[in-house]
Nanobody
Framework: QVQLVESGGGLVQAGGSLRLSCAASGRTFSDYAMGWFRQAPGKEREFVAA????????YYADSVKGRFTISRDNAKNTVYLQMNSLKPEDTAVYYC?????????????????WGQGTQVTVSS
């Protein structure tokens, strides 16, 4: 079993930056891929970014490409989401997920493990 705990959310002005962290425990961290998803009020949860087990492959939603960077530190059992040039439309609850799959990392039904989420609010 895997436990995931997100942190780093908060309130930021448009154009600002935040870094989210997701700490994992329960299994060898480098055994599985990780992803970030978000859910805005009244909307379905959507894919943001994903990273393979080694950190050598990353994937992004078009809406965040060039602004967000996903990374992982397997020694610290942590995955990060660096968010720059934030926009009001980035406001959402951000969730990290863990998956044993090596492909289709943009699909949330591939993820068996989820954190509780962290709120990100971007003011205009």
């Amino acid at each position: 079993q895997v436990q995931l705990v997100e942190s780093g959310g908060g309130l930021v002005q448009a154009g600002g930056s935040l870094r989210l962290s997701c700490a994992a425990s329960g299994r060898t961290f480098s055994d599985y891929a990780m992803g970030w998803f978000r859910q805005a009020p009244g909307k379905e949860r959507e894919f943001v970014a994903a990273i393979n087990w080694s950190g050598g492959r990353t994937y992004y939603a078009d809406s965040v490409k060039g602004r967000f960077t996903i990374s992982r530190d397997n020694a610290k059992n942590t995955v990060y989401l660096q968010m720059n040039s934030l926009k009001p439309e980035d406001t959402a609850v951000y969730y990290c997920g863990g998956t044993d799959y090596y492909s289709d990392l943009k699909r949330q039904n591939k993820y068996a493990y989820w954190g509780q989420g962290t709120q990100v609010t971007v003011s205009s």
